[in-house]
């Protein structure tokens, strides 16, 4: 609703004489303030001046005078020829209302300009040209090809053209784009070709096109879910029309009042939508009231008063909606409104189905699914050509052309090269002879090369027994830690039940402790030693887990251990689930590790901070703490394996330089990130894992 209605009212009251003045205005000021007037003949120009003067009372005779004394020219331009046949262009799709014919004016156009040097020659007249046929695509509803043309048009003409014509182009190539549901790309055009105009909207047509385009972008950003913004431009265009409308009331009196009028009911729209019910009524009775008066925006009316009628139905009020829905019904034999017509059927289905009266219904019903299907279908071809591609296309064909553009400085270089070369050829002629006299020396280059290929071949190979002697050090060392792992847990389990008996003297129990933490630490380094020789981390079993899940139950384990140090965790989780496609295992893993080592690195009674934050494409969790923080000299270090920038914790606790390595190692091959902040007051680690955009069918979610 207030889509593009209320600007073709105004065109509608106006003559084709009149039509036909601002159209050759807005088609030939560009070439006259960018001084390509002076490329007319002599003759010409005065043919031009009287066409001009002519068109506003007779335009079919002003084009036939034109033609009739262009015949007799002599020495004519390129420019002539060019805007004789644009007065045709305009004849045949402002007056005649022939888009086809104007398309082959148009193509006519062209033909001229590429016999001429083409775009790099004319460009002012290439984009006037590629506008034209743009225009007559437009008017037939073929958009896929109108885009292009606009486009093309636009990105030659940007440099070349007046603001008054580059701001029509770029609001037909915003209306494009609406159609099509590229809303962001719509809201751009819009914007463009507002800001354009802003200088020139003392011309009524600039100022009324002006309000219309913000009301647009209000529209594009309610099809977005944006309705702050929405409501923000529409108040914008009721604003921009209180202002500056006022001008023009002596040239359209009620105009003004049917353009806020539409809009009325645009805002009604985000009122519905938000279940403000009373706010939607009384703008949707003010749109009404307006529109509905004869010779104003009949069409909208009806589109208000179907909104109007779906908050009586929703709010159960049949003795104010029947009445409604019958003054409806009565104005459609007059208006062809397919949309509102559907919109009539269903709420009488409705109606009829709440009032156990099946047979009605399903009639109703009938009708209604039937205009459906035509509205669909009559969008659908529309909305099939994609904006997006065709806009990447068109961009990559410019470098071709501006490549195809660079042939001639490239036919420059190369006759220089060729200089080079002859230069070249002397030179070899003359070192000849050396050469003859260094073929010794070439064949002893010969052997030093194939002693440093069967060097470099004896590299390669050391470097693969290199390789393959690592991984049996990762084999055995695993192996080890295996092995080492059951003892000392055993001996830990001991030294734990023996610690528990109350005969042990002080001394006794101190040397037992000690055994004890010797064991925990070392079986601590074993784990470790473990992991980062442990090759599932390179084949992990990916599985749907959600974030929020998997920190709560990751923190809670971790309390106790926080709860020594008479320290808490914080989580600031999502507001919603998010589900990754992770191992879950490894990535809990990773944040164990990361908090473990905020708890011994942080000092008693601090606070660990794990907050989770949702990007467009990434989930990034932060674990930070107020600890000792990382030297600088350090920093560089962390991620090593066995680096040498471990240190103890706050109370002692040992560390053994391998669990920022091991989470680095499964967050890569996870292809996410891992990375810190750190300085005097803390230490701040994050990981970034992607997001997941669509639910494998075979896998579960685990929580």
Known sequence: MGYNKTYNIFFSKYSPALLLGFISILFFISCKQQGYERDYSAGFSKLLDTANRQSYKDPEGAVKFLDSAFRHLNNVTINDKFRRLGFHYVLAMRIKHNNKEGLLYADSMLDVINKDGGQQKNPSLFS???FAKADAYFNMHDY?????????GYQIGKNHLDKLVLTAYSYRMGMITYQQSHYNLAINYFKDSYKQ??????????????????????LAYRHLNKPDSALAYFQKSIDYVNLKGGNYTKIKPNLMEI??????????????KQRQYPKATELLKKSIAVTIQKNNDNYDALLSEIKLAKIYADEKQDALMLPLLDSIHTQLKVIDNKQAESDWNSLMSDYYARKSQPVLALSYNKRYNTLKDSLIESTRLLKETNVNDQLNNYEKEREIINLTNNNKLQRIYLSVAILFVAMALIIILLIFGNWRRSKNELNTVNTLNEKVNQQKINLEKALERLHESNQEKDRILHTVAHDLRNPLGGISSLTNMMISDDDLTEELRDYINIIKETADNSLELINEIFEATDSTIADSKMQLVDINTLLNNSIELLRFKAAEKNQTIE??????????????????????????????????????????VRNDKTICIEVSDNGIGIPEANKAKVFNMF?????????????????????????????GKIWFDSGDSGTTFYMELNRTEETPASTSLSS
């Open 571 to 612: 989580l600031t989780a999502l507001d919603s689930p998010e589900i990754l496609l992770i191992s879950r295992e490894k990535i809990w893993r990773v944040i164990s590790n990361l908090i473990i080592n905020a708890i011994k690195f942080s000092p008693v009674g601090a606070t660990i901070k794990v907050n989770v």
């Open 197 to 218: 105009s802003l200088p020139l909207d003392t011309d009524f047509v600039i100022f009324y096109r002006n309000q219309e385009i913000l009301d647009n972008i209000g």
């Open 259 to 272: 353009a806020k009028a539409v809009v009325y009911g645009n805002q009604a729209d985000i009122y519905i």
């Open 144 to 152: 896929a090809n109108a885009y292009p043309c606009y486009f093309t």
């Open 128 to 130: 006037e040209a590629n």
């Open 643 to 671: 680096t040498e920038a471990k240190r103890p914790g706050t109370m002692g606790e040992k560390s053994f330089g391998l669990g920022l390595s091991i989470c680095k190692q499964i967050v890569e091959k996870h292809d």
